[in-house]
């Protein structure tokens, strides 16, 4: 059985990482980032504070916040997942197949939109050009993202303006586009889960078999579908010549752009 903590129990992505690992052959010990109230204690989902001691004979920490002591895997003899966002998360990228490799202690995660763009060779052959849209919920913002477009979506049905705090933007009811990044752009929009990748795509193009953990579907995939199911979801409009296409790929950013991966990592 896999021993591991999970440091930073109290975000969205710890809760969900918790609550599946326990459904695996895993003893998984739920960490806070710091010093407990007697409320997490007791709490549905009961965490303890993180002290060195606890890690003592465990296989692994996962990483799904930053701990308060930032020292507290400095002698940590397991292995290491560091799933923070951005510049704070350390190790060497997760491979994009299989499982742990040897000799590596500490992994760090990917975006889920890289994963994403990964998987589309792997769809579609003779791809020559590729541009498109990515449809971004609040997911990608954690409970950051929930709460503050949940606050917002509150305020405007209460007839107030609504408070850009939490989210350093106006997302209640609004898509907000974002400069492109090369040929992708990217629209902010009021959902909170459930993420959509519209792309054009052009050459000598062929669909190919699904891959696991991907469902070609007869229809484009909307955002509430694709927010309930840890499956990538894929559809397929080709020109009649075949020389273009339109390819709608669906994606949660937790249950398939971070929850999938964890699992072929560990072989659960």
């Keep these: 059985m896999l021993k591991l903590a999970v440091i930073g129990v109290q975000t969205l992505l710890g809760r969900e990482l918790v609550e599946v690992l326990e459904t695996r ?6 960490l ?16 303890f504070a993180p002290e060195p001691y606890l890690l003592e004979s465990l296989d692994l920490v996962i990483l799904a916040d930053t701990p308060q002591d930032q020292n507290i895997l400095n002698n940590f003899q397991g292995r290491i997942l560091d799933l923070r966002d951005g510049d704070a998360a350390i190790g060497d990228p997760l491979p994009l197949a299989g499982a742990w490799p040897r000799e590596t202690k500490r992994i760090k995660g990917r975006p889920p939109l890289e994963q994403v763009l990964a ?5 579609v052959d003779g791809i020559a050009e590729l541009s498109g849209v990515h449809l971004c919920s609040v997911a990608c913002l954690g409970d950051r993202g929930i709460r503050g477009l949940a606050a917002q979506s509150r305020a405007i049905l209460e007839g107030t303006e609504p408070d850009e705090t939490l989210l350093g933007y106006r997302a209640a009811f609004e898509a907000i586009p974002q400069t492109p990044h090369g040929n992708l752009t990217e629209v902010r929009i009021p959902a909170f889960h459930g993420d959509l990748l519209i792309l054009s795509i052009k050459g000598n193009l062929t669909a190919k078999e699904a891959p696991n953990n991907v469902k070609w579907t007869d229809t484009p995939p909307s955002s509430r579908e694709v927010a309930i199911t840890n499956s990538l979801l894929a559809h397929y409009a080709a020109s009649p010549t075949g020389q273009s296409a339109t390819l709608i790929l669906g994606f949660d950013q ?3 752009g971070i929850l999938q991966p964890i699992m072929r990592l560990l072989e659960l």
């Excluded at 052959?25 to 739920?30: D, F, K, R």
């Excluded at 806070?32 to 009961?46: M, R, S």
């Excluded at 998987?119 to 769809?123: D, G």
């Design 32 to 47: 806070a980032t710091g010093p407990t109230t007697k409320q997490d204690e007791e709490g549905d989902l009961v965490m």
């Design 119 to 123: 998987f589309v060779p792997k769809l």
């Design 25 to 30: 052959e895993c003893s998984v010990l739920p």
């Design 254 to 256: 937790i249950l398939w």
